[in-house]
């Protein structure tokens, strides 16, 4: 079976950093387009960072200079390291796997951002 997993959500101040990292079993993982997306209360989900098989990299104007997404093939996994944190930002942040003709979703961690 498929499964992503995502952790290192929590509460921050803002200006602060997080890292989050989605490990992910039961699919080749070096061919999919990685991505992060969030959904805030009464807002629909949006993508925050994307990441493809080749490496390339594209990211929502709202995070751009502040987010960073890469990916360590050997270990599965995606993450998102976050810098200069906003409250904003505050959303649960879910990850997912592009395939062309499938597309697996993560249960989401949530990130708090205080003022």
């Known amino acids: 079976q498929v499964q992503l997993v995502e952790s290192g959500g929590g509460l921050v101040q803002a200006g602060g950093s997080l890292r989050l990292s989605c490990a992910t079993s039961g699919i080749i993982f070096s061919i999919y387009t990685m991505g992060w997306y969030r959904q805030a209360p009464g807002k629909q989900r949006e993508l925050v960072a994307r990441?493809?098989?080749?490496?390339?990299?594209n990211y929502a104007d709202s995070v751009k200079g502040r987010f960073t997404i890469s990916r360590d093939n050997a270990k599965n996994t995606v993450y998102l390291q976050m810098n200069s944190l906003k409250p904003e930002d505050t959303a649960v942040y879910y990850c997912d796997a592009d395939g062309a003709y499938e597309v697996y979703w993560g249960q989401g961690t949530q990130v708090t951002v205080s003022s």
């Open positions: 990441i493809t098989s080749g490496g390339s990299s």
